[in-house]
């Protein structure tokens, strides 16, 4: 038996090996996600990413990372951003972050 992924990492590369754009997206999908946040969060959902998806760049690729915790606060939110990914068809990949 497999473990269910931590996080998903949208890559801001399609399946075809092109960049995705605008150059903005990862920021703007972050943005649009912004308001989906832990209980104890006290950030302004104005000026900060929710920590359940955020934009990192990977390999110098542009990518979201989209916490499966996110499922706990707002079903729908998950599958939003999931299949963000799908319609564009951007590479969409299952793992983990390591600590700093």
Do not use: H
Not at 16 to 36: H, I, Y
Not at 67 to 94: G, S, T
């Amino acid at each position: 038996m497999t473990p269910s992924p931590r996080e998903y990492f949208i890559q801001g590369v399609t399946k075809a090996g092109k960049p995705f754009r605008p150059s903005d997206w990862a920021e703007r999908l972050c943005g649009v996600m912004s308001q989906f946040r832990p209980p104890e969060d006290t950030g302004d959902p104005r000026f900060t990413f929710s920590p359940y998806v955020r934009p990192v760049m990977s390999g110098g690729v542009k990518c979201v990372v989209v916490d499966v915790r996110l499922r706990d606060i707002e079903p729908k939110a998950l599958d939003f951003v999931l299949n963000f990914a799908r319609d564009n068809d951007l590479q969409l990949v299952e793992a983990c972050s390591m600590p700093d």
